[in-house]
């Protein structure tokens, strides 16, 4: 019979699932304003990215989103066009700020990371203008990296302007970024997704309800503005799904995960070269405007965002010429034009370029469904270029509502992902971020320091001193000590008992030489310590310890009863704290047999002696 599984003698009442208060409902409500602006402000953009496409290319005045390639169109314009709009581009980065080249995202990162999230009110500004001037002639990138960025800044600006922590307005900021890409694509879950996989840096109440009440908040805005329809409807006959389907699900996502591989390097090959150019960075934005015009008159459909082209991959009804030259011209257009330092952003390109990879792949594989291998590779190369697979997934389902491709898709996008971080280091998003001298690691798990207790690594065998002993007898004590006897001389810190044994302050072995060499070493050591020491617990996690003397600037503790706080039971210190690290490291270290088969002979079988 098994025994019964028993529980430590701790008394963990005071400790949670999550640690959060009350100040997350004021976040929350503070999130709810930003998520209505977001929306507007992503409706905004795209009207003004409809206005410019519609004037350099159509002639009129419309702010209906429209794309490039879809009419016959004068050559000169298809080539000039994104021309102009890199010159553009090069001169609002050169006098108003450098901050709005490049997709966004990596911005948004790098100010949550690094710059308190605080961003500049020009930065609101300038940056949703240069990339509508970047779609609107021509070129082939999305809207959702500037409206992140976008909504970002103005959740920042709004956050500046009240007296929060940086934590509070890190969470302000990716609730505008959030609410605005779920108001740019109607997809509120793979937003909030987003905010949790790449830009939050943390799975907490305090940052995830705020946030999702800005994204609800911009989708119900949304409807009225932008309406409340699927981005992308394909027909939803019922999928002929098969096993051997499913196995072709990892061969799309393989295929995915290069062609991500492949654009990445492409984007930041182009940067490496536009640097060896030996003229101002501001320009070369229109040189990449070149790449984009050459590329237009080959494969006008690639230019501008593609919403158009997306649907019919999506669909099944592009043509396999056309799809052969979106996949090639548009995955070169962009990421030449990328690494020039334009404006615009990654995840519209990426759907294009997955489609048709996957439309590609529609006439070699089985028939399951229409625009089902778009769909899988779409979702493959989201998840290999921004390395974050449940975005990919959740993103493929709410753009189309083909909630039965759901299989398909986490086995495409976790392959792609798979791939893609074991062939690269980092992604499209935090290759610009490492290559300003920064490292960000986007990998989540439980802090070590979080499980341990203090009461388990803590030293119980503690020096004391009686609270009138003089500091000259103290200090002699602990020279006379037993060499052999290493802890009490390495302890440093050393509680001061009064009556009944009873902690009344603390003293360092620092205040005792100071005391002999200054002549007070006649003076009591209750009389040259610390009367009010901070103490914690043996039932506190290490992680709270460690916050502590972070917050405290100590890097040692006594450690008192629960139930009284004045009884000495151990010392804590800052090595002690690696304990945790050393258990982690272990466990991801060290290999071992847990259990082995016994096998039983017959007798006739045993061996003898």
Not at 54 to 79: C, K
Not at 599 to 605: A, D, G, I, S, T
Request: some cysteine; proline content about 5%; charged content about 15%.
């Amino acid at each position: 019979m098994g025994g019964a599984v028993t529980t430590p003698a701790r008394d963990i009442a005071h400790l949670g699932d999550f640690t959060t208060t009350r100040r997350m409902l004021v976040i929350s409500l503070l999130a709810a304003p930003i998520g209505a602006v977001s929306a507007c402000v992503a409706w905004a953009l795209l009207r003004l990215i409809g206005l410019i496409t519609n004037g350099i290319f159509y002639e009129r005045v419309d702010t209906s989103l429209v794309a490039p390639g879809s009419g016959h169109h004068n050559p000169l314009v298809i080539l000039f066009a994104p021309v102009f709009g890199g010159l553009v581009i090069g001169l609002m980065a050169r006098y108003g700020s450098e901050k709005i080249r490049g997709h966004g995202m990596p911005e948004a990162i790098e100010s949550i990371l690094l710059g308190g999230s605080k961003v500049q009110p020009r930065v609101a500004i300038l940056k949703p203008i240069s990339s509508a001037v970047a779609i609107g002639t021509g070129g082939p990138f999305g809207a959702e990296g500037p409206i992140i960025m976008t909504g970002g800044a103005f959740g920042s600006l709004f956050a500046q302007f009240l007296r929060l922590t940086a934590d509070e307005r890190k969470t302000l900021l990716v609730a505008g970024s959030a609410a605005g890409m779920a108001a740019t694509f109607n997809t509120p879950f793979a937003a909030i997704m987003l905010a949790v996989e790449l830009l939050l840096f943390e799975w907490r109440p305090r940052s995830y309800v705020p946030v999702a009440t800005a994204v609800c908040v911009a989708t119900v805005v949304r409807y009225p503005l932008l309406g409340d329809h699927v981005l992308f409807r394909v027909p939803l006959s019922p999928l002929h799904l098969t096993a051997w389907d499913d196995l072709l699900c990892l061969v799309i996502g393989l295929a995915a995960a290069l062609l991500a591989v492949l654009a990445t390097i492409l984007v930041y090959a182009a940067e490496d070269g536009f640097r060896r150019l030996p003229v101002h960075w501001m320009w070369w934005p229109a040189i990449g405007g070149v790449v984009i015009g050459v590329g237009g008159l080959i494969v006008p459909q690639a230019l501008g965002v593609g919403y158009n082209i997306i649907g019919q991959e999506l669909d099944g009804s592009i043509g396999l010429g056309l799809v052969t030259g979106i996949l090639i011209v548009k995955t070169l257009i962009w990421s030449l034009s990328l690494g020039s330092g334009t404006s615009g952003g990654v995840l519209a390109p990426m759907f294009m370029i997955g489609g048709a990879l996957g439309a590609l792949a529609e006439h070699v594989f089985p028939y399951v469904g229409h625009g089902f291998w778009a769909l899988v590779a779409l979702a493959g190369v989201l998840g290999g270029v921004m390395r974050s697979p449940f975005t990919g997934v959740i993103f493929a389902l709410e753009l189309t509502h083909r909630f039965d491709a759901l299989l398909p898709l986490i086995i495409g996008a976790s392959t792609a992902f798979a791939v893609s971080v074991l062939v690269l280091k980092r992604s499209v998003l935090t290759e610009k971020i490492a290559r300003r001298g920064y490292h960000l690691s986007r990998e989540y798990d439980v802090d070590p320091l979080e499980i341990l207790f203090v009461g388990e690594v803590m030293e119980r065998n503690v020096l004391t001193f009686e609270a009138d002993l003089p500091a000259a007898d103290a200090l002699l004590a602990i020279s006379d000590l037993d060499p052999a006897n290493v802890t009490p001389r390495r302890q440093m810190l050393y509680p001061v008992l009064g009556q009944d044994d009873r902690m009344i302050g603390v003293v360092t072995r620092t205040q005792l030489e100071t005391a002999a060499h200054t002549g007070a070493g006649a003076m009591a050591v209750s009389d040259i310590g610390i009367s009010e020491p901070i103490t914690t617990h043996p039932d506190e996690t290490l992680r709270h310890v460690a916050m502590r003397m972070a917050g405290r600037e100590v890097d040692k503790m006594p450690v008192v009863a629960r139930e009284d706080d004045r009884r000495v039971v151990g010392m804590v210190s800052l090595t002690m704290l690696l304990a945790g690290r050393l258990k982690d490291l272990q466990e991801a270290r060290d290999s071992e047999r847990v259990l082995r088969l016994r096998v039983v002979r017959p007798k006739w079988l045993s061996p003898r002696g």
